[in-house]
């Protein structure tokens, strides 16, 4: 148990630049505070003391800020920075060296039994205000963006924006890439329309020419009169 205490006051040190020291990580960082009062209700609630499980979680909320139901399970060197406003649902499953920023809630979108909450995979990072709804997937080493709305599924390796959330980056790569030197031009399609409009009007009107020009020639032919 110490020496998960001692890894979880690294993580502080690794993902934030702004800690100088160790009492200043023990008394004042909340997402850490929330992280070791989770640990001791999801004991409670593997021995199913569900009541006193919650009781420790809500008065962790009261005190910090960040809601983390006791059923969540989470992974090693986890960290939450600023935290408040962070909601963490019963069946969420978190892995190793996950990072969330404030305002973040993982969690369901009604009232479905079973499992309901994402899982996230290891080193995933989810930025502030993000929303992840449902009982899906978020492969490793993906990166959520901040106030994105999360959906459905996300690939490993790969970067999600907006609401609702759309795929940006695999791998590092664009996917969505705009060629601003080949955007269409409305006006150019229109004239382009118009233009073949005209080109068939001409043709039609060419064939109708042709077809009274054969019907003139084929009465001067017989002697009549035009």
Not at 163 to 181: A, F, Q, S, T
Request: aromatic residues 6%; charged residues 25%; contains cysteine.
């Amino acid at each position: 148990m110490l020496q998960g205490m001692r890894e979880d006051i690294r993580t502080v040190f690794e993902n934030d630049p702004a800690a100088r020291s160790i009492p200043e990580v023990l008394f004042t960082y909340s997402g850490l505070h929330a992280l070791w009062a989770h640990r001791v209700a999801h004991w409670f609630y593997r021995k199913r003391r569900f009541g006193i499980a919650r009781l420790v979680s809500q008065i962790s909320r009261f005190f910090t800020g960040i809601e983390i139901h006791p059923g969540a399970r989470i992974g090693r060197r986890f960290f939450i920075d600023h935290g408040m406003g962070v909601v963490i649902g019963e069946t969420c499953e978190i892995g190793d060296d996950v990072v969330l920023y404030q305002g973040v809630t993982l969690g369901g979108t009604g009232k479905e039994k079973g499992k309901r909450h994402p899982t996230i995979g290891n080193n995933v990072v989810v930025g502030s205000g993000a929303k992840v709804l449902g009982s899906f997937t978020v492969g490793d080493y993906a990166r959520i963006g901040s106030n994105a709305v999360v959906l459905k599924e996300v690939p490993p390796h790969s970067t999600v924006v907006g609401n609702p959330g759309r795929i940006v980056k695999v791998n590092g790569k664009r996917v969505d890439k705009l060629d601003h030197g080949n955007l269409p031009d409305p006006v150019i399609d229109i004239c382009s329309q118009l233009q073949r409009q005209i080109d068939m009007l001409k043709a039609e009107l060419q064939g109708l020419a042709a077809e009274k020009d054969k019907l003139l020639k084929e009465k001067v032919k017989d002697g009549g009169s035009v």
